[in-house]
């Protein structure tokens, strides 16, 4: 068994990871980094496909990056330069057969559902009003916020139903802190004054800005990034191990101090003095040597993930949608998500060609993740053949991926096991657990970096920093400028 022994081991090379190395690399502090699969970047890396002479790319699913600190910013534009381009965002909803813009865009909305729907929501609204505001009844759920906040009509129109789409569980079953993150600050109420907005033609700057308009995005997929932390980490000495996976992780009092792993060389052993960690918490948990404490255990087990499905489709078409992606909200389609890669930038398809990169949301084992490419395919064709986005003659090959534990489950329940999960992770004092995957929360690829940032800047300065106080802003999780001075490196 091979051994080494180092000051700081990460394992997972994703954002959060990969971030917290590249710090504590600035300060010349020696570490190891490790990674189960064979690149780096996590649920944020970018594949590449070969057909011929033709190249195709592709995230795992639609990435972009925006963020409230400079810093992030900087950060970036110094790994990427002039690799790292700026794109008008175009997203929307496909629902009825009709398109909505998302952002909701008021006017176009009262266009396409007409009158009779448009009076239904604003009855159903102020029955809410009374239900929830005079009435006081209390909001406990995912569901009561939504329909406290845009009345039930307009609620299962596009919101109720595609979160029960992803999540796989009824609304009344998951937790508010989801609406809370994701549409707090957006009402009916919010939607009439961008209306207004937009029918006298002013700028709107006094109503919730709810999703930039722009982005940054690397010209050559998001895990770009990635791999350039990676390329200039190894520049500097350090070791990133792929297809190394921790089987092990020993303790004892109130330290871990090392990790057991399997890797293309056989087992590793490592020892160091700080474990950075950013992998799924309840795959982490069952590694743990001595194991779990009984009560601990029964708390790990109700922690649930929702999985993924994927279909690349390469297409002899030029273009299909002029959106970077779109939202499929109705459950009767299995098809959640369509991005079309080029519209990130053109660089992610050959010139005159393009495609289309379909999520498919499931659980671990179900139907949908246990279906073949070919069945997979032949049930999402006939849906893009029926939206009339495209259909098999333009097809040149398609590509199936799957993906485990990509959305940590927020149940009604989740904050009373998760508490005592965290409280159990916080009594090793050598411990740093970030990421999505690490922190089991819904987070984004800028709070990620943030994450393993603020971890790199505790080691270094000798504090531990308050990791759950990232990305708590109290509004929408997009709200906010786009950060629009270029940075210089």
Known sequence: MKKFTTD??????????????????????????????????????TH????GDLTFRTDTGPHRFFSKNPYLYEFIADLLDEKWIHVERQTRQFIEGKFYDYPVN?????????PFRAVKI?????????????????????????????????????????????????????????????????????????????VFG?????????????????????GLIYETIKTRLESRGYKILLNTVPIKVLHSNDKINKVICSSPEGELEITFKQLVESVPVKGFLSLLDPKLPQDIAMQQAKLRYRSQAYLFITLDQESVMADQWIYLPEK???????????NFSRKMSPPGKTSLFLEFFCTE???VWNMSADQLFEKAIGELT??????????????????RNVYPIYDVNYKEYLNHIKAYLDGFKNLYYIGRPGRFRYNNQDHSLEMGMLVAKGIIEGFRPDIEKVGEEKEYYESGNLYTKRPQN
Not at 14 to 25: C, D, I, N, T, W
């Open 48 to 51: 590449e496909f070969r057909e």
């Open 386 to 403: 029926e939206f009339g986005f495209t259909d098999k003659s333009n097809v040149r090959k398609y590509y199936h991926l799957r993906e």
């Open 202 to 222: 002013r700028n709107n700057t006094g109503s919730p800005k709810t999703l930039v308009d722009t982005f940054y995005y690397p010209e050559l997929g998001t």
């Open 122 to 198: 604003l009855i159903d609204y102020g029955v809410a009003k009374i239900q929830y505001g005079l009435l006081k009844k209390p909001i406990v759920n995912f569901a009561d916020y939504i329909y406290a906040n845009f009345g039930k009509s307009l609620g299962e129109f596009n919101m109720i139903n595609y979160t029960e789409k992803i999540w796989g569980i009824p609304s009344e079953d998951i937790h508010i802190d989801w609406a809370g993150q994701r549409i707090k600050g957006l009402s009916i109420t919010s939607l009439a004054g961008d209306m207004i907005m937009r």
């Open 8 to 45: 700081t081991l990460i394992i997972g090379a994703g954002p959060a990871g990969l971030a917290a190395a590249m710090e504590l690399s600035k300060a010349k502090r020696d570490f190891i980094v490790i990674e189960r699969q064979s690149r780096v970047g996590g649920l944020a890396k």
């Open 332 to 342: 009767q389609y299995l098809i959640g998500r369509i991005s079309e890669m080029r």
């Open 365 to 367: 084992g179900d139907e």
């Open 106 to 114: 008021a006017v176009q909305t009262l266009k396409n559902i007409g």
